[in-house]
């Protein structure tokens, strides 16, 4: 049959493998192969970006949210959550904190449909007046695309939406049945057409995940190109249908980060925050395994804890500015440091 290790070396050098390569990979790899995928990424990403690590500052700036998604501890049914929407200048307050740490990308994300559309984009205007020299991120979900158009014209540069999963029977188990993974991958052909910097990707491990659905979702990354990936461990929430599902695997995460990078050299990749919920330095080891990204928190402290969307959730009692110490000693814990650039992507 194959070998892992010779595959590898052929993602290296044809950035693309087979479905049925992809699913050997996932069926038979090894710890010792894991670590082998996570030096040649890291030699990949040293090469492209340096030591140095993007820093996206994230506003979680509403947790309503009108979808039901079946892992999702901020999902609709959930009654134990505290709803809370931050307004236009408590959103600005939190983007003038972080331009004082040297963010120059500020993302908004909510719950789906928490703001309207005009209101979003009357913030996008005002943190672009406010901050000429720094990037907006959007991620707020599935829209119709005069919607995405409208957000970008009031000047958001890029969009966080991830697939979740590019298989049709796996996005049925995920999801209720109103929402369609068809109209999930619709928004992301159009966010690309409309020119935006598009982030796509899946939570390791959610329920019902086989090795075929992670070689779909690899195939589907290629076939889109984003200039972003999404990737973090499923995690429970207790309070969702998923609660006594097993949480995802931390190196199969991290494994599935070096392949990203292997396959997509030039990808904006976040270490993410369920990573270093998973394991206390499962950040840098995301970055050590080709990651190139990290988004610390910038709600305000009272509110973070109300976007919970996984049990144990990192960083909810902490303020920005601890946020923003920790990470920097994180980050030269390993010998990398924080860029400060909008940090946009190039091929
Ligand atoms: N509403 C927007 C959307 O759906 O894209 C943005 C907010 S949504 C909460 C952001 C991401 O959180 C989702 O794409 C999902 O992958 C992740 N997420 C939700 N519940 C999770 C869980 N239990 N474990 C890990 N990640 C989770």
């Not at 049914?77 to 904190?97: F, G, H, M, P």
């Not at 195939?219 to 889109?224: A, I, N, R, S």
């Amino acid at each position: 049959m194959y070998d892992v290790k010779e595959l590898l070396d052929k993602l290296e050098r044809e950035k693309s493998l087979s479905k049925e390569e992809w699913i050997y990979i996932f069926d038979n790899y090894t710890e010792d192969d894991r670590k082998y995928a996570a030096e040649k990424a890291r030699k990949i990403s040293l090469a492209k970006f340096s030591n140095k690590v993007y820093i996206r500052g994230i506003v979680e700036f509403s947790n309503v949210c009108v979808n039901d998604c079946y892992y999702c501890g901020i999902r609709r049914s959930n009654k134990n959550v505290e709803r809370y929407t931050l307004s236009k200048e408590e959103i600005l307050e939190c983007c003038k904190y972080g331009y004082e740490y040297g963010y120059r990308t500020f993302v908004l994300q909510s719950g789906e449909k928490a703001k309207s559309v005009k209101e979003v984009a009357e913030i996008v205007k005002a943190i672009k007046k406010q901050h000429p020299d720094c990037a907006v991120t959007l991620s707020l979900g599935e829209l119709e695309e005069e919607d995405y158009r409208l957000l970008k014209e009031a000047g958001a540069d890029r969009y966080l939406l991830r697939h979740e999963t590019a298989n049709e029977e796996h996005y049925k188990k995920l999801h209720p049945e109103n929402m369609s993974l068809e109209h999930r991958k619709n928004c992301l052909r159009t966010l690309k057409k409309l020119g935006y910097q598009t982030g796509a990707g899946i939570m390791v491990g959610s329920p019902f995940q086989t090795s075929t659905h992670l070689a779909e979702d690899m195939l589907f990354l290629k076939e889109l190109r984003p200039e972003m990936i999404g990737i973090g461990p499923f995690l429970p929430h207790k309070d969702t249908p998923f609660k006594d599902e097993p949480k995802g695997s931390y190196t199969l995460t991290l494994f599935l980060l070096s392949l990203c990078r292997l396959m997509l050299p030039s990808v904006l990749l976040p270490a993410t925050t369920a990573l270093g919920t998973i394991t206390p330095r499962g950040r840098e080891e995301g970055i050590l395994s080709g990651a190139n990204v990290i988004m610390p928190n910038l709600s305000p402290t009272d509110v973070r804890k109300q976007y919970m969307l996984y049990d144990n959730k990192i960083c909810v009692n902490d303020a920005s500015a601890h946020c923003n110490d920790c990470l920097k000693l994180r980050l030269s814990s390993i010998g990398y440091e924080t860029e400060i650039s909008r940090g946009d992507y190039h091929d």
